[in-house]
């Protein structure tokens, strides 16, 4: 069963050796554990909900619980320590698009809100009730699942918005095909919120991002359908499509989607590199990237990561033999791993590992073969596990992420790296931080910061202590040029920094466009633009 107060399956763990431990205690300090709020305790505080009874209503406490929060850090915080303050009033699983009208309606009757949740994986507080008196009812999509058409001749399949990454693949693995979005949160994310938040996959490289899979569809918003034809091309004006791309639910329900799907591939590679530092590390993966190489993934992390990686994967007497390894090839503290992956024709992956490994070797890099891509293969979606783990040892651990042009990637990453070390300098806390370039391109790159520090016995210091590396590391973001977010959206925890991106201009822009689908502001209010008309 999926766990409601930690990440995934609750059948699957990630334990950590000893030796993990005490280097995570040596950088941060030695951890207290705190124990976590009950489920029985959570339930018996919601309030009963305020939407009276309809046939697609389920009032059921649990699953108003595991509807009431997503996976970003202040929600663990919420959820473990049992404050969590709001829940959805109902929650609705509707099974066909005529389902979703009539609850459109009803809300409109009732003057309810309308939560759109997928996969509830959001990490920046997407699908959390608002605060207010309105009455908020969460349209939970697993139900909307199949795939209602496939168009082998222009590769395009269609799909029912609500369907998770593990069963649209298995449907398109069956016939041949493969739609190739692996975000992190594949397990248990889906179409709906992919589209919703603009995701980002691990093989987008190769495949591409959701903006490039996503051809068409249909949502269906307060004011009516709107329907998307999936052409290959278009000069019509703006694209619509990228007005549901990143609507985060503020628009409308989407219901379809017609993604451009490709045959499976004959082979997927992946393959490790050690560089003696970032900065030639770096260089490498900029010429590979500017040189368009037709490879699936590159992940370049840092000294530190490399390190902190290398000593959780807890596989002690391996990593000896490796760092002996690379210390007789001269590389020492300051290594930094690259992992790039290959997809297509045994022919196009050979050649393109060759000429991969030509421009690492050129920048000082050794390879050490495909042991290690192989681990990380079948271990990449048991990653974020880690952070169950760490939390009951008494470690909080949250990432973020950004873009950056290439120009300004070197001063970026250090400044944000620095801002959420000394974040809590003043309380006299110690955080690990550390990042990795995890998607690159012609011009810029994507940096993916992972920062650990100490839980507290208290709710609100705990979130305290989030909120000032939060909010330092967001500043320095927006200072060096890079976007507040490269795949997570914006929710609530990204709202305060969108201006700084937009402009008053494009904030304005993007009110009128949720007023024009949503003039009531029905459709999950407070998240990523306020559109309710004044007065
Ligand atoms: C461990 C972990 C790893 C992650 N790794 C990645 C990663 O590699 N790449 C990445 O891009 N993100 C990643 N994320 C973030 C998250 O998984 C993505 O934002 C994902 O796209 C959310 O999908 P979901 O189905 O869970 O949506 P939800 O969290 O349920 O909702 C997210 C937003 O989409 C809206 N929405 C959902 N379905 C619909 C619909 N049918 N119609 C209209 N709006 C809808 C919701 O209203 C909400 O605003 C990760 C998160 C976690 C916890």
């Known amino acids: 069963m999926r766990r409601w107060n930690g990440w995934g399956s609750d059948q699957v763990d990630f334990p950590l050796t000893s030796a993990a431990k005490a280097y995570l205690a040596d950088i941060i300090g030695a951890p207290t554990p705190r124990p976590s709020a009950s489920l029985e305790d959570i339930l018996h505080r919601i309030p009963p909900g305020r939407l009276g009874t309809h046939p697609l209503i389920n009032t059921d406490p649990v699953l108003r619980l595991r509807c009431a929060r997503g996976q970003s850090l202040p929600d663990w915080i919420a959820l473990r320590f049992g404050v969590v303050d709001r829940f959805p009033d109902g929650v609705a699983q509707p099974t066909s698009e005529h389902g979703v009208e009539e609850l459109l309606s009803f809300a409109r009757k009732t003057g309810a809100c309308l939560i759109p949740y997928g996969g509830g994986t959001s990490v920046v507080g997407h699908i959390n009730p608002p605060p207010g008196d309105q009455p908020v009812l969460t349209v939970e999509m697993s139900k909307m699942f199949r795939m209602s058409d496939f168009d082998e001749t222009s590769r395009l399949a269609t799909f029912d918005a609500g369907v998770s990454g593990p069963h649209l693949e298995a449907q398109l693995r069956a016939i041949g095909y493969t739609l190739g979005h692996f975000p992190q949160s594949f397990e248990y994310s889906t179409l709906g919120g992919w589209i919703a938040t603009r995701s980002s996959g691990q093989q987008s490289l190769y495949y591409g991002r959701i903006e490039d899979l996503f051809a068409g569809g249909r949502v269906i918003t307060p004011e009516g359908i709107l329907d998307l034809p999936p052409f290959p091309a278009s000069a019509a004006g703006p694209d619509l499509r ?294």
């Open 242 to 535: 990228h007005v549901v791309l990143g609507s985060e639910g503020r628009l409308g329900i989407i219901t379809q989607a017609v993604m451009r799907v490709s045959p499976l591939a004959e082979l997927d590679r992946f393959h490790t590199v050690f560089f003696p530092d970032w900065t030639q590390g770096m260089s490498a993966v900029r010429e590979m990237a500017r040189a368009s190489l037709p490879l699936a993934m590159l992940r370049l992390t840092d000294a530190l990561e490399t390190k902190t990686t290398l000593v959780l994967a807890g596989r002690e007497r391996i990593v000896r033999l490796l760092e002996r390894l690379l210390h007789a090839r001269g590389l020492e503290q300051e290594k930094c791993l690259l992992l790039f992956g290959i997809t297509g024709t045994m022919e196009a992956v050979r050649k393109t590992r060759r000429l991969a490994l030509d421009v690492a070797r050129a920048h000082g890099g050794v390879s050490v073969g495909r042991r290690m891509g192989n681990e990380w293969r079948k271990s990449r979606f048991r990653t974020p596990y880690l952070r169950n783990t760490l939390w009951d040892l008494g470690y909080a651990v949250d990432t973020l992420e950004s873009a950056f042009i290439w120009k300004n990637l070197p001063s970026a990453i250090e400044s944000i790296l620095q801002a959420l070390r000394k974040g809590l300098e003043a309380a006299g806390e110690k955080v690990l931080a550390f990042a990795h370039i995890s998607h690159v391109y012609k011009s810029g790159a994507s940096l993916y910061f992972t920062y650990i520090f100490r839980i507290t016995s208290d709710a609100a210091q705990t979130l305290s202590r989030w909120q000032k590396l939060k909010q330092a590391a967001s500043k320095t973001i927006i200072a060096h040029g890079g976007t507040i977010t490269h795949q997570h959206g914006v929710g609530t925890d990204h709202l305060p920094y969108l201006e700084a991106e937009k402009g008053k201009l494009g904030l304005q822009a993007l009110a009128t466009l949720a007023n024009t689908f949503d003039p009531h502001g029905i459709m999950n209010p407070g998240k990523l633009v306020d559109g309710r008309k004044q007065g």
